[in-house]
Structures are given as structure tokens and as C-alpha cells.
């Protein structure tokens, strides 16, 4: 963290949600580990079924859960966290209306999301990119410029189709 910082990458975390514990507990855990910085990038929450707990709270149990948890990070950092996502989570449990105000990192891999069903500001199109130098493969993820400018993406972005080359134009 501190060594990125130092050469001028900007940094940023992400918490992988966990469906067993209340969004107050993950979120005062986050604040507890992740550094204030005013220049860091914006927290991502990381929402999904695979590799999360077999239980499963209500919609609105969740729903209620997760908010506490946003607003607490929001409240501390002093910036919107984004919410990462997969269709599947997304209809079981957010939903436009609930969470509409909210940055979506969607995770498609095998259609372009539409904006009709998520108003996506990230979309995870690939996972195993490829950057020389990088021995591993890496998500490439595509940005809605509309929502984004430019000069707002950090270094890591450089691997951007733009949105109107994805048909949003």
C-alpha cells in the first residue's frame, strides 16, 4: 500500500462480502485495516455467490445489511464506494432501485451487460488478460467514459476500450 503510494500509484481496496456477518461488523473490520487517504481510489465491495457463505439472508436482511455497510464506508472515506458484481447477485439480491445510486462493476464475461437490466459504470469483460511483465492472467475491465472521465482512471486503466467501441455511443 504504502510502497505504491510512494512511486505515485494510486491505491484503492476491496472487500469480498460475506453473506455470514453483519455489514456493520465487515465494515468497521475494513475501516480497522484500510488507511484513511484522501487520495486513494474509490473502495470496491466485492458482491457474489461463488466462494461466499451457503447461507443466504433474505432480500431484505441483506439489503438492509449492506447499506449500513456502504453508508459506514461511505461516512469514513469520504467517497461512494463501488459495488462489484455478477448477474446472478445482482438479481437475487440488489436490484436497480435499491442500489441505482451506487458505481456497478459488472462481471460478464460472455455478453455485454445492458444497460436496460444494470447501469454499469465498470464491466469485467475478461480474465485472463495479459500485460508483459505480469506472469498471471489479469481482468480486463472495460469503462462507461460517460460515468468516468479519463483523467479520473488510475494507471492500472490503461487497458480501456472505450465506450462508444462497445456499442454505447
Do not use: C
Amino acid at each position: 500500500w504504502e510502497e505504491a503510494r510512494k512511486h505515485g500509484i494510486q491505491v484503492g481496496a476491496y472487500h469480498f462480502y460475506s453473506l455470514r456477518y453483519p455489514g456493520k461488523m465487515q465494515a468497521q473490520n475494513f475501516i480497522d485495516t484500510v488507511p484513511l487517504a484522501s487520495d486513494s481510489l474509490p473502495h470496491v465491495v466485492d458482491l457474489e455467490f461463488v466462494g461466499n457463505s451457503s447461507q443466504r439472508p433474505s432480500r431484505l436482511d441483506f439489503q438492509s445489511d449492506l447499506l449500513e455497510y456502504l453508508d459506514m464506508i461511505e461516512n469514513y472515506y469520504g467517497k461512494r464506494p463501488i459495488i462489484y458484481t455478477t448477474y446472478e447477485f445482482y438479481d437475487e439480491y440488489l436490484g436497480r432501485l435499491a442500489f441505482g445510486n451506487y458505481p456497478i462493476w459488472i462481471r460478464s464475461l460472455f455478453h455485454e451487460p445492458k444497460n436496460s437490466i444494470i447501469n454499469w459504470t465498470y464491466w469485467q469483460y475478461k480474465n485472463r488478460g495479459h500485460i508483459d511483465g505480469i506472469n498471471h492472467g489479469l481482468d480486463v475491465v472495460a469503462v462507461d467514459l460517460e460515468h468516468v472521465p479519463v483523467k479520473r482512471l488510475p494507471l492500472v486503466a490503461q487497458v480501456v476500450e472505450r465506450h462508444h467501441h462497445l456499442g454505447r455511443a
